[in-house]
């Protein structure tokens, strides 16, 4: 699968940068009905009046009694228990949107107001656990997922918390594949640095004037937003720097998932 990312705009001529345009927002689905629950049923209760027991017949003699009569002593009657109230059924747990060790995790700069539009913003360098590494065109997404993973165990393991939503830097690309370092964002980097694991090491994250492009849908279906980037570039003879950046504001989960919500960073030179 051949990728546009940074081979698209290598020929782009050098110009000032001009005022940023509008892409056209995405049309956003209506929300389906909400389900109406039907009311509970209601139960008839039962009567509690019950018939009193027949009289005794006047008329009839009493039985004898007998010669010695036994008369069992009275013992005193055991207090009734109190009535133990019904145990409170169990609350049923909410299911989480986003798995517990990315949410409320920020991205690097506020969303816009409309958030389906090209904008201009400025990236800060943030502290950063970096894990450098290539791959495939194909196997991009698991390739990211496990570079992630393996950051997210090392930051664990040094008792670090991460703060922001992961990254990946594509420092370089061709037709087979690219080179990457992909990145979480930390409060602060320690001092001194752990032990670097796996290649693990600490820094910052790309900062400076930017270009957000937001991509929404499928990985397979990203190329069509790096398109859509060049296109846009080369319109207003904008020049960027030759590397890219993916974050991924929704978890990448996998890469047909049409639910992902990506930002595309492109640095203005």
């Not at 980037?229 to 960027?240: G, R, S, W």
Request: charged content about 20%.
């Amino acid at each position: 699968m051949t990728r546009p990312r940074l081979t698209l705009v290598a020929g782009l001529l050098a110009a000032s940068a001009a005022a940023c345009g509008s892409l056209p927002a995405l049309a956003q689905q209506p929300p389906p009905p909400a389900s109406t629950a039907p009311s509970p049923a209601v139960t008839d209760p039962l009567p509690t009046t019950t018939a009193p027991n027949p009289p005794a017949d006047p008329n009839k003699s009493a039985a004898p009694a007998p010669e010695k009569a036994i008369t069992a002593p009275t013992l005193p009657s055991a207090p009734s228990p109190a009535a133990a109230p019904p145990p409170a059924p169990p609350q049923a747990q909410a299911p989480s949107s986003s798995p517990p060790q990315t949410s409320g995790r920020k991205t690097l700069v506020e969303a816009p107001a409309n958030a389906d539009d090209v904008d201009a913003v400025t990236l800060p360098a943030k502290p950063a656990a970096i894990l450098a590494g290539k791959t495939k065109w194909d196997e991009a997404v698991p390739s990211l997922k496990d570079a992630f993973a393996r950051i997210e165990a090392d930051l664990a393991k040094a008792g670090i918390a991460p703060t922001g939503r992961p990254l990946a830097v594509f420092t370089r690309t061709d037709d087979d594949g690219f080179a990457y370092e992909a990145m979480i964002p930390v409060a602060s980097a320690p001092d001194p640095a752990p032990t670097a694991a796996d290649g693990l090491r600490f820094g910052t994250t790309p900062s400076g004037k930017a270009l957000r492009f937001p991509h929404k849908g499928s990985y397979d279906d990203i190329d069509g937003t790096y398109e859509t980037l060049t296109t846009y570039l080369d319109a207003k003879d904008i020049v960027v720097q030759d590397r890219f950046i993916e974050e991924y504001v929704t978890d990448l989960a996998d890469k047909a998932d049409d639910k992902l919500d990506v930002n595309i960073y492109a640095l203005t030179r």
